[in-house]
């Protein structure tokens, strides 16, 4: 599998992460090694660690990075795992983190890995497929309507995910779900293309289902304490998102990381004793340029928040 991936907001990121006083970086979210290579060439200085779960990734990366391989450390795991990742190397701090959230293009336009409606292929959609972790197919398969209907409503905000539970489930009693044709066969059937704004009826089940399968979520929740906490002070925390249940996450984290009382309205005095973390660069969502949006159409959705450790 070849790994040709068109990094978003590359030189954007690079810009605020090599603004940061000290040298040992991470790319919490490797891809195809994009960002990774801008950081290297900025700064001279710099050593960095580059993470990711899908086993593709890194082996593209080791070989796109290969004239800074003095000055870079990989990793085969998730992000979620930072901490452990940065002991591995015998850093303690790190001075600046980027995560590029969701899925690659290589990974969406591999049919074998199942991430794609475009594509007849496995329901799978697992970002490291050697993982011995649950399916698309598996959660199709074997969860219940109710859960299924919360996966679509919760993850792809489907308003019509108890009907899409309901129809899966009668499916699954005839055969089981295995590819990816059948389903988006399914969906246009029951979402349609009207009222769809230009998406098509796939779209938000495929990716609820996908951040079912890698516990995007959660892995992104967990993340975001552990990155502020191990950077130095003036270290940088980059995120950048695709769709609004990411986005709201990192806001909100860098919201109340940068305020200095959560105490509730209407206290006379802070009873909180809290103190602010983080300063936000970036006041709103930084968005890619019309230029880059039609040289890459899939960065149209895309948002970049980036924070300073106080």
Not at 145 to 156: P, Q, V
Request: glycine share 6%.
């Amino acid at each position: 599998m070849t790994f040709l991936h068109q990094s978003v907001f590359l030189d954007q990121a690079a810009e605020i992460l090599c603004a940061a006083s000290g040298r040992r970086f991470v790319d919490a979210t490797l891809g195809g090694g994009g960002h990774a290579e801008a950081i290297l060439t900025r700064r001279q200085d710099a050593e960095l660690l580059g993470i990711d779960r899908d086993p593709n990734a890194i082996n593209a990366a080791s070989q796109r990075l290969a004239s800074f391989s003095n000055r870079t450390h990989l990793c085969h795991d998730r992000f979620s795992n930072l901490e452990a990742c940065v002991a591995s190397i015998g850093w303690q701090t790190i001075d600046g983190v980027l995560l590029d959230l969701g899925v690659s293009s290589p990974q969406l336009d591999t049919p074998e890995r199942g991430f794609s409606f475009r594509f007849d292929g496995p329901l799978d959609m697992r970002m490291d497929p050697s993982a011995q972790t649950d399916t698309a197919a598996d959660l199709l398969n074997n969860l219940s309507e109710t859960e299924l209907a919360d996966i679509f409503f919760n993850y792809g905000e489907e308003r019509l995910s108890r009907r899409i539970a309901r129809a899966i489930v009668a499916r699954r009693q005839e055969k089981p779900w295995q590819g990816t044709s059948e389903l988006a066969q399914l969906l246009e059937k029951i979402v349609g293309y009207k009222h769809q704004h230009g998406l098509h009826p796939a779209t938000r089940c495929f990716q609820a289902l996908r951040i079912a399968v890698n516990h995007e979520l959660d892995e992104l929740e967990n993340t975001l304490p552990v990155a502020a906490r191990l950077l130095n002070p003036q270290g940088r925390i980059a995120v950048i998102s695709f769709h609004s249940l990411e986005d709201r996450l990192v806001k909100n984290f860098f919201r109340h990381e940068s305020a200095s009382c959560v105490c509730p309205p209407g206290l006379p005095v802070c009873v909180c004793d809290k103190t602010a973390t983080l300063t936000i660069l970036t006041r709103k969502a930084l968005r890619p340029t019309t230029a880059e949006t039609q040289a890459n159409p899939r960065a149209s959705c895309a948002k970049l928040r980036a924070a300073s450790k106080n």
